[in-house]
């Protein structure tokens, strides 16, 4: 009630401004006191890299340029197929011939096909196939010519695609219509580039890093277009072919682990155990289950 | 004190008691406020948080070693960011000078006014370095003999050669103190763009963990330059929450522009670093069982169909993996892991970003035009009309016929990069997620300056973390490029001649050139 | 007790006196070095100051009152009695007639002033003369800063933005030493243009374009900050005043158009 809180107050009049004053003198001065986020820090130096490791990146930079002596046991071919497990209903096209969603005069030159899923005579197309990290003891070929990334009919081709890191990638035109490729990597720069109608001479799109797993490739003009590509500082790796084939030539001799990806599941295996005897008959079978594609 | 007790009235009184109490209610209440307030911290990405333990532990203790907490600081010599403080070697012991008084002759590279009197000393290298001589600052430093007196112990005498920094980190700490006080609040304390007054901002204030700056004079490719981000704290980014800072003072600027590209790096640096973990998720473990339970299932089915079958030698199949034990294995895998590779990711990762930071402020990276700037008159922008509506650039599919920015591109359903998901919204999005409107030409707003070279860069180069394509090099020359600048800048003042278009969206018109 | 109290309360009447009187010293009076830098802020001051006299005279006599009559009543003995009144109609039409007389007066008195700082063309510069001020450029305040738009050197400042304006943030560049007029806009809330050491304060509404007058004295920096809360960053809307002289600011509206205007074309270094 108001009139007792006044004679509370009242009654203790002198203990009120004394806490009054005192408040008011010391919020007034304590200006030094409070810091806040800006309170003092600290900065501890920490030195540039340690030379060990400077030194295993070396090895990989001489095996790059051939200098390494040729690995003891041999090398060997790894052929193989990857087997679609389970049915499988082609997937109907994205797009009916002439009703492409844009520029339906030159996209709907034909149907476009839905290719996440690509399977012939049982094989599974568009799969990668490739080692994680270069061998011990491979000996890694420079980087080769340049390879040819295509766009025609609104279709990238090819639609997976694995390339050496710096090895340069000609990004073509086929079609009377600008594309705008742009690509989405993980650890490089992405690629967002317009690529000229008719372009015949290509635009340059050169990996600097690695990829620890294929990323997408799409164009902002015409947005069902996809592909993907896999830049990798070593060739022990492969695409399987429409039948599913594929070869990896020059593989050490010994136990590796390939990884498996496709686009419809990702990473189909982690680690695929694969004996490489030294020789060219080296063989296997990747069955890919339906379940794994997410069908 | 005087006591007056009056029956007849009311009268104040006050007891000692009282007054203690109210002295000590006073000054209770006044420092309520003081100290120091909650410290600040750095926040994780989701990725980091969605690793396994052991994972995220490691990843976090990287980050520790790499870049420290807001308040104390890790300064990795291996990112080229000028943390501040004069390099010196030692020449010789001062000349007729006994060795224990503690004064050297020094080479000093960098700002040598730094060598005042209570500068910290941080040997690098020799018999004082490390944690004896931790404490060292400066005593005096003359400037003409060129010999630095240092206060701390006497012993060990430094050797010729030893090199030791002056004043180490002052300049990162500066930009720490100006960053706290100007940015965090937008651009968060790690500067995730998530600070408290982010949730009020359209657009959001940029997230710097990506690496990635819109704004910037380089190439495509290349990361953005001092100069960039110089500029944008300086002049601001017009139409949006970003201010100038044009009063804040140059060594500031200068401070905190290095603060923002160390807290880039080491936001990058997690992001990768996350993504060379990436096996070793949640979200992968969760996977790993749910499709070894389908593949058993579909094994089982056929099991017991060729059982039934009557087949004796069927295979039973192997039972699913359990979930503790996905993680059991995925833990030791990454323990492996650890021991093997990780020190190796993480120096690449580090390796990378050094390079790639320092290349950003080469002037190879740079942006410059071949040509000046084509004459700004009708003919030019009427070129400019014709590329923009072309079918070499399709400026209008997203800039709109008119230049306001309401493309067709701008109603459709975008798919989210490397994905087979659209966004929820119609529209463009940018990296960072955020729904983005192309930009309204008309409007006279130049988010990256409003300068012709500005202007000439969006165009060849696009705009780093957005759907603008670069023409710079391969669709368009610089001459045509000039006149496209020529014909945006004038949309300001005059409406382009409309085109039409046919019912996909293609530009149809009696004088479009002819695809090359 | 009572008369510590009617002490304290006389002391604090003597402090705050004391304070206001070395207030200067200490540098808690007029921004910057005291002195008004315009024509106009030298007549607000001389007002500032009037007033500041006649309310110190009221002050220190109504506390005196105060004060005396607080003694009176802690000194007074018991068994006097007190003096019951029924009030005093002369004693109040006193108290009311004087000060309203004393506000009429300074309402009157700066009046004047006060037309000069609003109404359009009625600025004198220090010869007497009537000046009309010419719009120097366009203030548009934002959140949470200021950008200005120019006109190209040697033409006038248009309603719509021209092709060759010049465009600057946080900096306000004017001629100095004649009157000078600035249209004041803004893109969102309410902001309020305030530069303290030229004594100019102006609201900035939305939809309106409001002329601001002032001259600035001296060729040098002046500070400007926002007088209206505009939101969280309003307390660092600062920007920067620069009055040069004519000749400079022709010049550096030259370099600034150049600047703004820049290709980025730089020829190519002959090699030696």
């Known amino acids: 009630m108001r009139s007792q809180m006044t004679r509370l107050v ?25 810091s806040g986020a800006n309170s003092q820090t600290t900065v501890k130096y920490r030195a540039a890299s340690k030379d060990a490791v400077a030194a295993a990146t070396d090895t990989s930079v001489a095996a790059a340029t051939g200098d390494v002596a040729v690995s003891e046991g041999g090398v060997g071919t790894l052929k193989g197929r990857v087997e679609f497990v389970g049915d499988f209903a082609p997937l109907p096209p994205l797009f009916v011939k002439g009703g492409a969603a844009k520029d339906p005069s030159v996209c709907g030159a034909e149907a476009i096909p839905n290719e996440s899923i690509l399977v012939k005579d049982g094989g599974l197309a568009n799969v990668f196939i490739y080692l994680d990290k270069i061998p011990k003891g491979a000996v890694v070929p420079p980087a080769g010519d340049p390879v040819l990334f295509d766009q025609k009919v609104c279709i990238f081709t090819p639609h997976a695609m694995v390339m050496r890191v710096k090895q340069a990638v000609k990004v073509l035109n086929a079609d009377g219509a600008a594309h705008n490729t742009h690509t989405y990597p993980k650890k490089n720069s992405a690629f967002n580039s317009v690529v000229q109608p008719n372009d015949r001479g290509g635009v340059d799109l050169v990996y600097g890093q690695a990829e620890k797993e294929p990323f997408q490739v799409g164009c902002d003009i015409h947005s069902w277009m996809t592909a993907y590509h896999l830049p990798l500082d070593h060739p022990f790796a492969a695409v399987s072919a429409a039948d599913g084939t594929f070869e990896i030539k020059d593989l050490p001799a010994g136990k590796h682990e390939f990884k498996v990806w496709h686009e419809a599941g990702k990473m189909v295996e982690k680690a695929l155990v694969v004996e490489i005897k030294p020789g060219d008959n080296n063989e296997v079978s990747i069955k890919v289950p339906a379940s794994k594609l997410g069908k | 004190m005087m006591f007056r007790h009056s029956s007849n009235h009311r009268s104040v009184t006050t007891a000692p008691w009282q007054l203690v109490c109210g002295l000590a209610l006073g000054i209770a209440s006044g420092l309520a406020g003081c100290g120091t307030g909650p410290k600040a911290e750095f926040s994780y ?60 002759s020094v080479s000093v590279e960098g700002d040598v006014s730094k060598l005042v009197s209570g500068a910290s000393v941080l040997w690098l290298t020799g018999t004082r370095a490390g944690e004896k001589a931790a404490a060292d600052t400066v005593d005096t430093y003359d400037t003409k003999t060129k010999t630095l007196t240092w206060s701390g112990s006497a012993e060990p005498a430094p050797g010729v050669g030893d090199v030791l920094i002056v004043g180490f980190g002052h300049a990162l700490q500066k930009g720490r103190a100006v960053y706290m006080k100007n940015c965090m609040h937008c651009h968060g304390v790690s500067g995730d763009g998530n600070g408290s007054t982010a949730q009020f901002l359209n657009p959001r204030p940029r997230d710097y963990r990506l690496g990635v700056f819109k704004f910037t004079s380089t190439l495509s490719a290349e990361k953005v330059s001092r100069d960039d981000l110089h500029r944008v704290v300086k002049y601001g980014i017009p139409g949006t929450y970003m201010p100038s800072f044009l009063l804040l003072g140059e060594e500031e600027t200068k401070s905190v522009v290095e603060y923002v590209r160390w807290l880039a790096m080491r936001g990058e640096f997690e992001k990768r670093t996350d993504d060379d973990l990436g096996d070793f998720t949640e979200d992968s473990i969760v996977d790993t069982v749910k499709k070894s339970k389908t593949a058993f299932d579909a094994a089982k089915v056929a099991y017991d169909a060729t059982l039934k079958a009557g087949d004796k030698d069927a295979v039973k199949p192997d039972a699913p993996i359990k979930l503790t034990d996905a993680r059991k294995s995925a833990t030791e ?18 390796s990378f970003l050094a390079e790639a930071w320092t290349r950003a402020d080469d002037e190879a990276s740079r942006i410059a035009p071949t040509v000046p700037r084509v004459a700004d008159d009708a003919a030019s922008r009427e070129r400019g009309r014709l590329l923009y509506m072309s079918d070499k650039t399709k400026c209008y599919t997203c800039h709109g016929l008119l230049g306001k920015g309401n493309g067709a591109a701008t109603e459709d359903f975008w798919k989210k990069p490397g994905t087979e998901e659209l966004y929820p919204r119609r529209g463009l999005h940018d990296a960072w997620g ?34 603008m394509p670069g023409f710079g090099k391969t669709a368009l020359k610089d001459e045509e490029i000039w006149d496209i600048v020529n014909f945006v800048m004038s949309l300001q003042y005059q409406s382009p001649q409309p085109a039409k278009t046919n019912a996909g969206g293609h530009v149809v018109a009696t004088d479009m050139p002819e695809a090359k | 007790m009572g008369k510590l109290w009617s002490l304290f309360f006389v002391f604090s009447a003597v402090i705050a006196v004391a304070l206001c ?16 830098h315009s024509t106009l802020g030298g007549k607000i001051d001389d007002l500032f100051h009037l007033i500041l006299i006649i309310v110190a005279v009221t002050f220190i006599g109504t506390q005196a009152a105060l004060g005396y009559v607080l003694w009176r009543g802690a000194t007074i003995k018991p068994e006097e009695k007190a003096l019951f009144s029924h009030g005093s109609h002369s004693l109040e039409v006193i108290w009311t007639i004087v000060p309203s007389a004393v506000l009429l007066f300074i309402a009157l008195y700066q009046l004047d002033v006060w037309a000069q700082f609003r109404i359009k063309g009625a600025i004198r510069d220090s010869h007497g003369k009537m000046v009309r001020p010419e719009p120097v450029a366009e203030l548009t305040a934002r959140q949470f800063e200021w950008r200005i738009r120019y006109p190209a050197k040697g033409k006038p400042l248009q309603p719509k933005p021209q092709p060759d304006d010049i465009y600057s943030v946080n900096e306000l560049h004017i001629p100095s030493g004649r009157p000078v007029e600035v249209t004041l806009r803004t893109d969102d809330v309410q ?48 920007a920067k005043v620069v009055a040069r002289s004519d000749e400079d600011f022709d010049a550096w509206k030259e370099q600034a158009s150049a600047e703004q205007f820049d290709d980025g074309f730089r020829k190519p270094v002959e090699a030696k």
Request: hydrophobic residues 45%; aromatic residues 10%; glycine residues 8%.
């Open chain 2, 333 to 350: 895998a990454f323990a492996k892991f650890q021991a093997s590779d990780l020190d190796q990711a993480v120096e690449d990762t580090a």
């Open chain 1, 10 to 34: 009242q009654k203790n009049a002198g203990a009120v401004a004394c806490a009054f004053v005192t408040l008011t003198l010391v919020v007034g001065c304590s200006a030094p006191l409070s």
């Open chain 2, 434 to 467: 955020n729904p983005l409107q192309p930009r309204n030409l008309t409007l006279g707003q130049y988010r990256g300056g409003r300068r012709p070279v500005d202007v000439f860069r969006r165009l060849y180069a696009g705009i780093k973390g957005t759907p």
């Open chain 3, 191 to 238: 902001h309020a243009i305030f530069i303290p050491e030229l004594r100019i304060k102006q609201d900035a509404v939305a939809s309106l374009k409001i002329p601001v007058w002032f001259d600035a004295l001296d060729n040098r920096d002046y500070e400007m900050l926002c007088a209206e809360l505009c939101g969280w960053g309003h307390y660092k809307m600062k």
């Open chain 3, 21 to 36: 009187w070395f207030a200067p010293d200490w540098n808690w009076w007029f921004p910057g070095d005291g002195k008004a």
């Open chain 2, 45 to 104: 990405r989701e990725a980091t948080q969605k690793l396994i333990p052991v994972a995220r532990k490691a990843i976090k203790d990287t980050l520790e070693d790499g870049f420290g907490t807001p308040h104390n600081l890790v300064a990795w010599e291996r990112f080229p960011v000028a943390y501040g403080g004069a390099k010196a070697s030692v020449v010789a012991a001062a000349e007729g000078v006994q060795p224990a008084s503690k004064t050297i």
